[in-house]
């Protein structure tokens, strides 16, 4: 998957990895579903979010959890 990543004002472009995919029924909603899970990692310094530096690592791992709901 691949997209535009904003932090800070700063806009960068991302490629994000699926790690799970998968259709279900949906348990609230009664319908179906596909969920899935995408990872990226990304380096906190060129967003400008160095703050802490070197005490916390730069390289940070971004997970992002999806849902559809068929109508």
Do not use: C, H, W
């Amino acid at each position: 998957m691949e997209g535009q990543l904003t932090i800070k004002g700063v806009g960068k472009p991302v490629t994000r990895t699926v790690a799970n995919s998968q259709a279900i029924p949906s348990a609230m909603m009664k319908k179906s579903a596909l969920g899935a899970i995408a990872f990226t990692t990304i380096k906190r310094s060129e967003f400008n979010a160095e703050k802490y530096a070197p005490y916390v690592g730069d390289e940070v791992r971004i997970g992002i959890a999806n849902e559809a709901v068929s109508p």
